[in-house]
Nanobody
Framework: QVQLVESGGGSVQAGGSLRLSCATS????????MGWFRQAPGKEREGVAS??????TYLGSVRGRFTISQDNAKNTLYLQMNSLKPEDTAMYYC??????????????????WGQGTQVTVSS
């Protein structure tokens, strides 16, 4: 049984930093693409970053500010978020799935999801 558990969310002022963690358990291996998504109130869930076989991909608006990484020894996925902006406020979700030929930010590419962790950035 695959489980994803996020942590590290919180409230920060604009310009601040947070590091999100996603502890994974189950049968995840290098064949899985890992991703971070976010959903703000009244908006669609959007892909923020993905990590697959050493390659990181980012949403344009976070590139250069966010860094996705994976520690295989700790079975943990991270999202380091710097220079946070109020528009980054959202519930952040960790996700995992074996690539099926779709785009990395497509929700249908992921079949395992965490429960989410809230990030709030004030101006």
């Amino acid at each position: 049984q695959v489980q994803l558990v996020e942590s590290g969310g919180g409230s920060v002022q604009a310009g601040g930093s947070l590091r999100l963690s996603c502890a994974t358990s189950g049968l995840l291996d290098s064949s899985y693409r890992m991703g971070w998504f976010r959903q703000a109130p009244g908006k669609e869930r959007e892909g923020v970053a993905s990590f697959y076989r050493g390659i990181a991909t980012y949403l344009g608006s976070v590139r250069g500010r966010f860094t996705i990484s994976q520690d295989n020894a700790k079975n943990t996925l991270y999202l380091q978020m710097n220079s946070l902006k109020p528009e980054d406020t959202a519930m952040y979700y960790c996700a995992a799935g074996r690539p099926r030929g779709g785009l990395w930010y497509s929700r249908s590419e992921y079949n395992y999801w965490g429960q989410g962790t809230q990030v709030t950035v004030s101006s």
